[in-house]
């Protein structure tokens, strides 16, 4: 797990471990290659500085951590998962602008 600023990166190995918190948890299934997740990257950094200590946003790699995004049917990138309690409780495809993803977060707090 490495914190890079307000989101911390994630492998497959440290998913649930991230995922199983009482705090709202936010998970961005990206790839380096993905233009839109390029655009979403920073949104996703700015969110988690606004929500700290709220909602912990994080970061997985579908390229190097192909396990997880399989586990949960993620076809298309970037993919924005909330988690509760280790559940999945909502998802969004494809990039928002920020004041959108920002409510939908706040749906799920």
Not at 30 to 49: F, M, S
């Amino acid at each position: 797990m490495v914190q890079n600023g307000n989101v911390v990166h994630v492998t497959d190995n440290e998913f649930a471990q991230v995922t199983d918190s009482e705090q709202l948890v936010v998970v961005d299934f990206w790839a380096e290659w993905c233009g839109p997740c390029r655009y979403l990257g920073p949104i996703v950094e700015e969110l988690g500085q606004e929500m700290k200590g709220k909602v912990t946003f994080a970061k997985l790699n579908v390229d190097e951590n192909p396990e997880t995004p399989m586990k949960f049917g993620i076809m298309g990138i970037p993919t924005l998962i909330a988690f509760k309690k280790g559940q999945a409780v909502g998802k969004v495809v494809g990039a928002a602008p920020k004041d959108q993803l920002k409510a939908w977060v706040e749906k799920h707090l």
